[in-house]
């Protein structure tokens, strides 16, 4: 381990072994490269979180006038910290920085490597924690900035639920079913979790960690799981609707669509009147 990397780290008491050799092998490695400036972590490890199960978030910092020729070599610096089974980058979540790996091991370990321009951390949805960095630089340019994670818009999602609530009443009655079982999936990514998790000061990802940080919610949230059935997605789209209107309750700063949301419930009613009319009529051919 070279000097620069040879700084004392008070690893979390949650951090397991496989985890703690991987970063112990990358704070050897990585500073012998001039243009990283240093290496954080975040995700779990700064909840000390973490156990067999999880993956590591990591930032690799460099200077601005460096990270072009750094991420055109990423493949090649993630395969300097141990055998890579794959790697994939992450345009499909908006983040082409990243660099998703897998590492053999036993077990295998998932490590997500973000290369960040030290004046792009300035932007950030939370504070990582610092590793080891280069004459203070990572700090320092932390510090140039606040971490924002973005909070759910309530006005943004009231304005458009009930054009999704009626679009999945047409798959149910069209019988697209794995498109509706889609559509539950996304509701409750995209709606429901993200809601209910910021109504307990959690960050508010989707429905990660949910039945950790708001398990009453995530209980609610069990209904609104369909079955591969026409009448049971009508049954769970209600049960988002419900769950929907509990967690806008009590907030008052954004405007109710009430005429599109009595339209597209007008016409799942009808839809669920066609699924009982044809339910009904298989009921007396079989009488």
């Not at 381990?1 to 092998?25: C, G, N, Q, Y």
């Not at 897998?102 to 004046?119: E, N, Q």
Request: hydrophobic letters at 45%; one cysteine or more.
């Amino acid at each position: 381990m070279t000097p620069e990397a040879s700084i004392p780290v008070d690893w979390p008491s949650s951090l397991p072994k496989v985890h703690r050799r991987f970063l112990e092998l990358a704070l050897g490695i990585l500073p012998a490269d001039l243009r990283v400036m240093g290496l954080a972590a975040g995700g779990s490890y700064l909840a000390n979180a973490m156990d067999e199960l999880s993956d590591l978030d990591l930032v690799i910092a460099t200077q601005a006038c460096d990270h072009a020729s750094v991420m055109a070599e990423r493949r090649g610096i993630a395969g300097l910290l141990g055998r890579v089974l794959a790697a994939f980058t992450g345009e499909h979540v908006g983040e082409p920085r990243l660099l998703i790996c897998l590492y053999d091991g036993d077990p295998p370990l998932h490590v997500d490597l973000k290369f960040v321009a030290l004046p792009d951390l300035a932007t950030r949805v939370e504070n990582p924690a610092v590793l080891w960095e280069r004459d203070g630089q990572l700090s320092r340019a932390l510090r140039e900035g606040a971490c924002h994670y973005p909070r759910p818009d309530l006005q943004w999602i009231e304005d458009r639920v009930w054009v999704w609530v009626h679009y999945a009443a047409t798959k149910i009655g069209r019988g697209e079913i794995f498109e509706v079982l889609d559509f539950l999936s996304f509701f409750r990514t995209t709606v429901l979790g993200p809601l209910a998790l910021d109504s307990v000061g959690a960050r508010p990802a989707g429905v990660r960690k949910i039945e950790m940080l708001a398990p009453d919610h995530a209980q609610r949230l069990r209904a609104t799981v369909g079955t591969y059935d026409a009448a049971d997605c009508a049954r769970a789209l209600h049960s988002c609707i419900d769950c929907y209107r509990q967690l806008r309750a009590g907030h008052t700063s954004f405007q109710l669509r009430d005429a599109a949301e009595a339209a597209s419930l007008r016409y799942l009613a009808d839809i669920e009147a066609g699924l009982n009319r044809i339910a009904e009529g298989a009921t007396c051919r079989y009488e």
